[in-house]
């Protein structure tokens, strides 16, 4: 990779300061990640709540990089440190070599440098109803979400409001594209997005894409056309990300919507039809299908050339889950990395753990479909223990007791 740019060290400012290479990281000099809300943070892991307008951020991160710079950890970058942590590259590491973190370090200030990544989601146009995603990344979920509201306000869903074109934002912005290397879609999903072909002609006017890296995240759901592998062909690397969650049955469960051998049969002609590219398959595990993280890695191991994953950190989050659930989870899974998040991130919160159950049910009643039926060995651990907390617990009436309303669903 070639990681020369022009103009690559910074005037050093009045006030050297120290360099922490061990805390640094390239992404709040030279990135920015757009969110659904057109505001923006360094990259896609930072806390979101941090995010700030456009015309703010060059200033507002100056303070993370003075800390990063002094070799304080910003608790806002948890997941790669996390990560690092257990053993694995982290978004983070992999970074500072895409950017040139060896060759820049010795001249970085706290002033950003000049954007060489760029991250976005075009808008949320979506075929797919992923089970832990919601109406802000998929349109397909506005009338489950609306439902949710109307009928299950227990499980906190929200209807969301998304701009039609995400880099309209970028139009608007004072930015130098020049040093533009690296480009990263998000969706809904962007092989079906109207605003798809044209951000890749935006791009093409503005830098010059053969030396633009470019990735995208898709659900392989669809055909990649002639045009499509054409442009994408121009740029100078190709890294596809194809979105899998398990094998078949429980894929197409947590992936409403979802055909995995006709998403499996796109992804193989997506490889066949892109030149310089590195197939990606990345995975999100939840409390639905956390118990075949193992068996998931390695089913997908012959169809790619690496593996990601992630896990949910909202409706179907398991780091909330009690200590059986942890023992029974790491008894048929040995993956380090989900050893250590266990260790180092789940508390048990009995209120949220409740709300994620409530989910689970909640959803089943809303597509007809039946945990036990896609996921037998969790539905049958997950009635066992429910039925012990039903028929253990003690009710003074009221009509919303949690463990009397779910007393249909797990008997």
Not at 49 to 71: A, C, T, W
Not at 215 to 229: D, G
Request: hydrophobic share 30%; aromatic share 12%; net charge neutral.
């Amino acid at each position: 990779m070639d990681l020369s740019h022009k103009d690559i060290t910074l005037e050093v400012t009045k006030k050297k300061l120290k360099c922490g290479s061990d805390t640094i990281c390239m992404m709040p000099w030279e990135a920015m990640a757009v969110n659904m809300e057109s505001n923006i943070r360094p990259c896609c892991r930072f806390n979101n709540k941090h995010s700030v307008s456009p015309e703010e951020y060059k200033e507002s991160f100056k303070q993370l990089r003075i800390d990063m710079l002094n070799g304080k950890k910003d608790p806002r970058c948890t997941k790669c440190w996390e990560e690092e942590d257990s053993g694995v590259p982290s978004m983070r590491t992999r970074a500072n070599i895409f950017h040139g973190l060896k060759f820049k370090k010795q001249h970085l200030t706290e002033n950003f440098r000049k954007l060489t990544h760029i991250e976005l989601s075009l808008d949320n146009t979506c075929n797919f109803q992923c089970r832990m995603c919601s109406s802000q990344y998929s349109s397909k979920l506005i009338k489950r979400d609306m439902w949710a509201v109307k009928e299950k306000p227990d499980i906190e869903f929200y209807v969301a409001k998304v701009q039609k074109s995400r880099y309209e934002t970028l139009k608007d912005m004072d930015i130098d594209w020049d040093e533009l290397r690296s480009v990263k879609l998000l969706g809904g999903e962007p092989f079906m997005s109207p605003n798809f072909m044209d951000f890749l002609y935006f791009l093409d006017m503005r830098t010059d894409i053969s030396k633009v890296d470019l990735e995208i995240v898709t659900n392989c759901s669809k055909k990649m056309t002639q045009e499509m592998a054409d442009i994408l062909n121009d740029f100078r690397y190709i890294r596809l990300s194809g979105s899998f969650d398990g094998p078949k049955k429980i894929n197409e469960y947590q992936r409403v919507g979802s055909k995995w051998e006709n998403g499996l049969d796109n992804w193989l002609e997506y490889s066949e039809m892109l030149n310089n590219k590195r197939m990606v398959i990345h995975q999100t595990f939840t409390v639905l299908n956390v118990n075949h993280l193992d068996e998931s890695l390695k089913l997908y191991e012959p169809h790619c050339d690496s593996i990601s994953w992630s896990y949910d950190e909202y409706y179907l989050n398991f780091l909330c889950a009690p200590d059986w659930f942890e023992e029974w989870i790491l008894k048929t899974n040995s993956n380090e990395k989900l050893k250590q998040i266990f260790k180092q991130k789940r508390v048990y919160d009995d209120e949220k753990w409740r709300r994620v159950m409530r989910t689970i049910y909640a959803l089943d009643e809303f597509y007809g479909t039946n945990i036990e039926e896609a996921n037998p060995e969790l539905g049958k651990i997950l009635r066992i223990h429910n039925k012990k907390r039903v028929y253990n617990h003690t009710c003074d009436g009221d009509p919303n007791c949690f463990y009397c309303n779910m007393y249909k669903e797990v008997i």
